[in-house]
Structures are given as C-alpha cells and as structure tokens.
C-alpha cells in the first residue's frame, strides 16, 4: 500500500516559517490535502489539491507538491498553529486513502 | 449548518459488537460521499472505510476488512459503521467525514465517538 511519511515533530519559534513536508512515491502525480488538529478537536481542512485554501483559513497555510515531497508552509507562525498537521492523498492501489503519520508542531 | 454527528460508541468487550451512526444535517447528503476515519489514544488518523452517495461503491482498510460494514440511509441522511469481532486495536475515537468526489479531500468532520474494545 502507499505510504506518507511525516517527520514527527517540528518546532518554530513564533514569526518564523515552518514547513511540514510529506514523502511519498511520486506523490508529485497526486492531489495532496493537509489537515490539522488540535487536542480533544476534529481535524480541520487547512489545504487542498496540493496548495488551494478552504474558506477561511489564513493566507499564512500554503503548500507545494512536486517530485517526491509535498509540503505545508506556515509563514509568520503563532501560538495558535500549534497542532498536529496530517497529509492525506488517494491512491489506487489497496487502501485507497491514506494519511501520514502526522507532524507535531511545536511554537516555541 | 453544515454537520456532521456521530452516536453509538461505547465499551464493548473483545468479540463484540457495536453500530456506529453519524447523523448529517445542512447539505444535500445524498450528493456526498462519505468516510469513516479512527485515531488510536495518542495516535493518528487511520481512514477506516469509504461508502459513494449512492451506496453502491464501497471501500474498506484492510485492517477491518471483513469485520466491518459501512452502510448509508439516504431517506435518513444518515451514515453507519457496524463493528464485529471487535479487538483491543480497534479502541478509537471514530469519526465520520464527507467528500465531494474521488480525490476530493474531507472538507467537513464530525465530533467523533469513542469505542473502546475491553474486558
């Protein structure tokens, strides 16, 4: 089955920029959708198809797919983003939906 | 609007069973897609299973393939996930959430419900 890998943690001092990157064989080829979650929270849609924003969430979440690595940008991070953000794509061979393992973002 | 609102978590006993349900509420659900998607205490989303709007398109992981059954009531706008054979691994917050087409990411989730698999 195909798999996302994530780095488990990653720490930002606030106003800086962090960047969350997703591996995957040629992930380039497929839409990739960024997710973040808060403790006792539902995940939330921060991007989709790779580097569009739902309604609502600030200009500061961009992302980037290419090669073998997507990747969330958060410019000018606050207190607030501190999450843990999940990568997911569709894939057609077994499991059809997958998530990475999920990035810990620590603002410090 | 938009909402999505799981029920039917629970304790439960290894080799048990439970039916989850997630009731929708400010869209059209027929014309969606949806998914059930679990997340382990203390780790990450694992997509459990896809049913089309229409039901006739089903997908399960295969980690509860042959256990679990996703089914959906139109009429009702509501989802469901009945659990068999349950094991200690299947212990998650479960939740429900809907997509638009294939390749289309979750736009809404819900709440999520807790089953816990224990003697």
């Known amino acids: 089955s195909y798999v996302l890998t994530q780095p488990p943690s990653v720490s930002v001092a606030p106003g800086q920029t962090a960047r969350i990157t997703c591996g995957g064989n040629?992930?380039?080829?497929?839409?990739v959708h960024w997710y973040q979650q808060k403790p006792g929270q539902a995940p939330v849609l921060v991007v989709y198809d790779d580097s569009d924003r739902p309604s609502g969430i600030p200009e500061r979440f961009s992302g980037s797919n290419s090669g073998n690595t997507a990747t969330l940008t958060i410019s000018r991070v606050e207190a607030g983003d501190e999450a843990d953000y999940y990568c997911?794509?569709?894939?057609?061979?077994?499991?059809?939906?997958?998530f990475g393992g999920g990035t810990k973002l620590t603002v410090l | 609007e938009v909402q999505l609102v799981e029920s039917g978590g629970g304790l439960v006993q290894p080799g048990g069973s439970l039916r989850l349900s997630c009731a929708a509420s400010g869209f059209t659900f027929s014309s969606y897609e949806m998914n059930w998607v679990r997340q382990a205490p203390g780790k990450g989303l694992e997509w459990v299973s896809y049913i089309s709007s229409s039901g006739s398109t089903i997908y399960y992981a295969d980690s509860v393939k042959g256990r679990f059954t996703i089914s959906r009531d139109n009429a009702k706008n509501s989802l469901y996930l009945q659990m068999n054979s349950l094991r200690a691994e299947d212990t998650a917050v479960y939740y429900c959430?809907?997509?638009?087409?294939?390749?289309?990411?979750?736009?809404?989730w819900g709440q999520g419900t807790t089953v816990t698999v224990s003697s």
């Open positions: 997911q794509v569709w894939d057609s061979s077994s499991d059809p939906l997958v």
């Open positions: 040629n992930i380039g080829s497929k839409s």
């Open positions: 959430a809907r997509d638009s087409r294939y390749d289309s990411p979750f736009d809404v």
